[in-house]
Nanobody, 116 residues
Framework: QVQLVESGGGLVQAGGSLRLSCAAS????????MAWYRQAPGKQRELVAKITRGGFINYVDSVKGRFTISRDNAKNTVSLQMNSLNSEDTAVYYC??????????WGQGTQVTVSS
């Protein structure tokens, strides 16, 4: 079992920035992929960004050039730097990790609200 603790959400004005962080509990579970998903009201959960242990990164098109995902393998942490936020980014953001390429464990979620 892997516990994920997220931090960094909140309220920000359009054009502003936020940084989300997620720490995974230490265990024998070998984490390959670390990712951020989000779910806006009335919408399906979507992948925002993911990064593998080897550094391969994917972003959803809507955040390319604005969001940056990074990880510290030694500390089992993943961060999401979000710049130029707009109202479309308002959602609950979830950290997720997995041993392969798909998420197996999820965080509780952190609310990001962008006011216009």
């Amino acid at each position: 079992q892997v516990q994920l603790v997220e931090s960094g959400g909140g309220l920000v004005q359009a054009g502003g920035s936020l940084r989300l962080s997620c720490a995974a509990s230490r265990s024998r579970f070998s984490i390959n992929v670390m990712a951020w998903y989000r779910q806006a009201p009335g919408k399906q959960r979507e992948l925002v960004a993911k990064i593998t242990r080897g550094g391969f990164i994917n972003y959803v098109d809507s955040v390319k050039g604005r969001f940056t995902i990074s990880r510290d393998n030694a500390k089992n942490t993943v961060s999401l730097q979000m710049n130029s936020l707009n109202s479309e980014d308002t959602a609950v953001y979830y950290c997720a990790v997995g041993a392969g390429t798909m998420p197996q464990y999820w965080g509780q979620g952190t609310q990001v609200t962008v006011s216009s």
